[in-house]
């Protein structure tokens, strides 16, 4: 199997078994954004535990890179400090960036490294990124409360 028919696998099961895609109560922080250009949508709950990353729950509609992303992003940054889970957004960010030039590290990124091949297509990177941004959004308003 090569790694792009691997990294689609990956993606396609995010999307078919998306992880903590069921909205949880009680939480800190609730928020919605989206993506005009492809009809993504992602609401997303955050609470925490002292200054880790407690749990992260969402809900969503849209194509399968914005939910498997957001499947992947949920798993990533549970029980992560806030300062580790803004740096995997800040990384993940940096290889949406890439314009397909890095691969991604698998040991920092896990399965978030199967969207790496996401990069070099603009008009999906905002797909790719939605539930990242909901994340970090989320996080800063949780810190700063
Ligand atoms: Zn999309």
Known sequence: MSLESLYQEIILDHYKNPHHKELHAPYAIEVHHN???CGDEVTLRLSLNGDSIGQVSWSGVGCSISQASTSIMSDLVTGKTMSEALELERIFLELM???GNFSGDVEVLEDAVAL???AKYPARVKCALLGWMAFRDAALRAGSS
């Open 35 to 37: 993506n005009p250009s």
């Open 116 to 118: 790496s091949g996401v």
């Open 97 to 99: 960036q890439s314009k």
